[in-house]
């Protein structure tokens, strides 16, 4: 448990909310996020966070204007503090590219908020959309996905990715899949796959049409 003086007030930091691997020094000044009160005998006890899904929410509100004015929010976010964080964003404003809004010029606004949860973190932005597949194949990135197949009705998804892409849907550990599965609301199987035969027929049907053609061009010479 780390106790702060926070103005006035006192709190703690209990294990559970701590960034994995971050120690604290005497008299360093921190963010955190107030996730709640404890009504004590001696007073109430604030209870902060830093490994909070909230408390990143709170650092890109500083960061991100655009939050505030309404143009971009925050549809879910995903964490498992000092290690990965996902975050599905979404534009309000026509035109407003989401993810670059949130990363800033050169990576900057992402940058001051990694400054403070630390580098080894790791944040995914993506972008969120109403078609339920089409955001578990956002989820996933940087994994390519070739098909995702929905039961709404379990809130389970197959997932279909190439041999070379599996590992990396999953993510060292499960961690990929794992946030990702989080961040939807979906319970998702990664399944190893190849493209459907749709791009197949399409490279033959070139061929097959040349083939036609001399097919009847012959027909027609023998005619002669």
Known sequence: VVRVEVGKASGIIPQSEQIQGEFYSVGSRIKVFIKDIERENRGPQLIL??????????????????????????????????RRTKLAVASVVPGVDPVGTFVGGHGTRVQAVMNEVGD??????????????????????????????????????????????????????????????????YELDIEQGVATSLTASRQDKPRKNIEDSLLSAVEEATEE
Do not use: W
């Not at 143009?71 to 964490?79: D, L, N, P, S």
């Not at 990135?141 to 039961?151: N, T």
């Not at 998804?157 to 590992?167: G, H, I, P, R």
């Open 49 to 82: 966070s830093r490994g909070n899904e909230a408390f990143v929410e709170y650092l890109f509100r500083q960061e991100v204007p655009e939050l505030e004015t309404g143009a971009v929010e925050i549809k879910a976010i995903a964490r498992e503090a000092g």
């Open 120 to 185: 080894q973190e790791k944040i995914d932005i993506v972008t969120f959309d109403e078609d339920a597949a089409q955001f578990i194949k956002n989820a996933l990135s940087p994994a390519e996905v070739i098909r995702v197949e929905i039961d709404e009705k379990e809130k389970r998804a197959k997932v279909v990715v190439a041999e070379d892409q599996q590992s990396i849907a999953i993510g060292r550990g499960g961690q990929n899949v794992r946030l990702a599965s989080r961040l939807t609301g």
